[in-house]
């Protein structure tokens, strides 16, 4: 069993930064490959970026590439979302997941462990 907390989001003004972190349990974090998601009212879930457990590979949506950085401390079993230049429509509560896994997916369904969420708003 992994449990995810995830902290760091809040209200920010377009143009904006916010670094969001997810610390892990467990003594095996290096073997898990770590995602982000978003979830905004009334639209499905959708991947933000997502990193393979050594750290050395990682993957963003259009929508966050060039904006968003992706990266780990295995040490602390912590993954992080460097999110610059905020956008309104980056508004939404932003979940970390994990899974056991070499390859990484983009897709939510083949995340097994989810954090509660955090809510970034970006003011316009």
């Known amino acids: 069993q992994v449990q995810l907390v995830e902290s760091g989001g809040g209200l920010v003004p377009t143009g904006g930064s916010l670094r969001l972190s997810c610390a892990a349990s467990?003594?095996?974090?290096?073997?898990?490959?770590m995602g982000w998601f978003r979830q905004a009212p009334g639209k499905e879930r959708e991947f933000v970026a997502a990193?393979?457990?050594?750290?050395?590979?990682?993957y963003y949506a259009d929508s966050v590439r060039g904006r968003s950085t992706i990266s780990r401390d295995n040490a602390k079993n912590t993954v992080y979302l460097q999110m610059n230049t905020l956008k309104p429509e980056d508004t939404a509560v932003y979940y970390c997941a994990a899974v056991a896994s070499a390859v990484v997916p983009w897709t939510p369904y083949e995340y097994a462990y989810w954090g509660q969420g955090t809510q970034v708003t970006v003011s316009s």
């Open positions: 467990g003594r095996t974090f290096v073997r898990y490959a």
């Open positions: 990193i393979s457990g050594s750290g050395a590979n990682t």
